[in-house]
């Protein structure tokens, strides 16, 4: 029996998608749940899975071709077997030479290694453009259209490749941003020395109790969500020539991906503790790096927060994310001298920075909300009664 294989479903705000990578050629067995395609569209790249055991019959669209909601993509023949490979000549030529495998000390995604395998290309001569240099299945797919372009290109390597639709969209955003609205930044620094003492004293019982680490971010996060609520302009958003004060703390939480930076978003954050902050953020950390996230865990967002200091960022000026209002930056953590009752000590201090819409956010609101900020991170209690 024949089953289709339909685009799933796509949110009104996506239009169509890109055919990203086939998984699965005409006349390969496929078992069910099994990834046969990519989908990539302007936010997150969709996998779509077999909805049957059988054989993959025929393939309607090719890499690069777009397709909308619920288009057919593929056949699959029902419970088929596939066909057995042809008994091999007697002077049958050697078989093509199967990619090398990575070098010791070789960090690749799993996506990115079964690229390589698919691609035959060796993952040491390609250049990484993803975190800390590692080689993504981008890079590998790029390299393998460009004829091996890159590192082993010659002295002058040149390379031209078109941008994804999820790096296209980021530009636009960032685009839309700076051509929409009056942004400015305000800077302050927070001592990080209790909030330090307090993830040292109690990480052994936080991590028995909940099963996860107590990290920096959940501090921050919580610090936001209660200042938020006493400066509601800062989690408001322009509509027009309308303000819309939102009654709730969704904040996005800026992760960079192999595709770019994505914001999935923690949804009522000023009802949720440390340990769901913290579960939370670790579980949008594996769906990245994995490519599971879905459009759901994208959609909306009050406030944004994001962390340069992962990259050894000092001080930045954050873009805010339309439609909203506000982005807070967060940096690098570095000792510092500082003066304290009179004396001069060492402590880890870290500079934050908000930037806002100034068409409706004045720099009081915004100075007055990062005092806020570096109020509770300078004593913690402050976070935990909501003072």
Known sequence: MATEVKVPVLPESVSDATIASWHKKAGDAVKRDENLVDLETDKVVLEVPSPVDGVLKEIKFAE??????????????????????????????????AAPAPAAGTDLPPGARATASREGVDPSQVEGSGRRGAVTKEDIVNYARSGGAGKAGGARPEERVPMTRIR????????????????????????????????????????KTHGIKLGFMSFFVKAAANALQRHPIINASVDGDDIIYHGY?????????????VTPVLRNVERMG??????????????????????????????????????????????????????????????????????????????????????????????????????????????LFDL
Do not use: W
Request: proline fraction near 5%; aromatic fraction near 4%; glycine fraction near 8%.
């Open 168 to 207: 296209k969209r980021i530009a636009e955003r960032l685009m839309q941003s700076k051509d929409s609205i009056a942004m400015l930044t305000s800077f302050n620094e927070v001592n990080l020395a209790k909030v330090s003492a307090a993830r040292k004293e109690l990480q052994e019982d936080f991590q």
């Open 64 to 97: 690069g071709d777009t397709v909308t909601s619920q288009q057919v993509l593929a056949i699959i023949e029902e419970g088929a077997v596939a066909a057995a490979p042809a008994p091999a000549a007697a002077a049958a030529p050697a078989p093509a030479k």
């Open 249 to 261: 703390a969704d904040i996005s939480i800026a992760v960079s991906t192999d595709k770019g930076l």
């Open 274 to 383: 440390f340990a769901d902050i913290e579960k939370g953020i670790a579980e949008y950390a594996k769906k990245a790096r994995d490519g599971k996230l879905g459009l759901d865990d994208l959609q909306g967002g009050t406030f944004t927060i994001t962390n340069g200091g992962t990259f050894g960022s000092l001080m930045s000026t954050p873009i805010v994310n339309p439609p909203q209002s506000a982005i807070l930056g967060m940096h690098a953590i570095k000792e510092r001298p500082v003066a304290e009752n009179g004396q001069v000590v060492v402590a880890p201090m870290m500079y934050i920075a908000l930037s806002y819409d100034h068409r409706i956010i004045d720099g009081k609101d915004a100075v007055l909300f990062l005092v806020d900020i570096k109020n509770q991170l300078e004593n913690p209690n402050r976070i």
